[in-house]
């Protein structure tokens, strides 16, 4: 199979089976997805180095976590589940279930683990590093010697014994070969290209073995529909993960049916962002349960004069990672609606919120900054006339309708989030005071 930036998911699943973890995306988009179609129990615990994302794309599942707070998530449709570098998860379907994975494009460390059903003691467990070995190659060499030796599946505390795997059921040497003879056919068509970066190679993890979860970061579950009834703003975050590293889905909610113009203007990222369609009608480009990846700089909107749907109704989770041990930057740029040339670009780094806030911060409380940057933007162009002027042609292009995005409510509400904390945080202390007095 030929590795693209647009497929369709449902199209594709027929194909997979339980826990191919069959990597969709071209080399080097990051995050990469991995599509599997499942039917049985995972027979092991998986556990990654880096942090990870289950998206539930069809029937119902049981998502259970070893060495963390959170025992399991019930999986349906439209459901996200974040798992925190290092923390055992399985999944277990109720009805036969799509998947969708999503991963670092260099994961480093994996490993399977087994766990004593009585004692919730783990067993057994083989890492690999993925930069030497797919995963599919482990999953498979780990649990043949999981089934030849019975020390792997006796647990030591009780004496009870887990039966060896069925094998038959995965395709894993299978499924490796199709991932390298996909990866080979792409680095050649990519080279043959002239590829503006060189094709990515794998590296080898820095760890000797995966550390465990960290306890500032524990599972979550959202539920995309839940959500993004009550989302104010486009690309609400569904998770408080922000640091590099982290995966980051947000939701889009577009409807054009009675929340005016959305405008037009185009929007650059230093990191990958991939969008997974969750419903759509009336859109020429976007259809349910389709995936695409477009380039870091990007249109969105709609251009002037070019007509919308006024049927247009789609919800979207557009994903990026936050980069690691590198800047992350983004902008903002508007085009001249008569001639198209670029009239006023605002760059800004990923991890600043644009204005001086009241008490102290932390990513998790000033939320997804390019959300508040983008009404900042934003305002700069709509208040400023001569922002509004082509440099080009000399067209004072009409202000941009940034009511339709929500960015400037996001922006406030973080600003009094911000200082609402810290005005508590000084009557709990000050409380604490005349606790401590009174006694």
Known sequence: MRRKNRFEIYKEAPARGAYDE??????GIDPQLHLSRNDISQPFFLICEQDTVIAQMS????IEFRQSPVNYFELKLGDFAYVPRGTPHRIVPKSESVHLRYKASDPGLEAVAWYSPRTQEEIARVTFDCAKELPQDGYQRACLSFNDDATMRRCPTTG????PIDLSRFRWPEIAAEVREAETTEAARLQKRGADTPV????????????PPDEAFMPMRVNVYDFGRTAGAALSPLFPYFTEGCIVPCVAVQDLSDRGERGYFVHFN????VNVCFGARGSSYLVSGGVSVGPTTHPVGDKHGQAPNPELMVIAVITQRQAVAAPQREAMIFMCEQCGEETFRNDYEADAFPDPLEGPIDSQIIGLPTISQSAASSQLYNQNEGNRVCKKCGHLNAPFPDAYWGWAGYRRRTRIA???RKIMGEAAAAGAGLSVAAE
Do not use: Y
Request: without cysteine; hydrophobic residues 35%.
């Open 22 to 27: 069959f990597p969709m995306l071209e080399l």
């Open 59 to 62: 029937g119902e599942a049981r």
């Open 160 to 163: 009870t014994e887990l039966p």
């Open 200 to 211: 990515p190679t794998r590296t080898a993890s820095r760890e000797s073995a995966i550390p």
């Open 270 to 273: 230093t990191v990958q962002e």
């Open 418 to 420: 911000v200082e609402a």
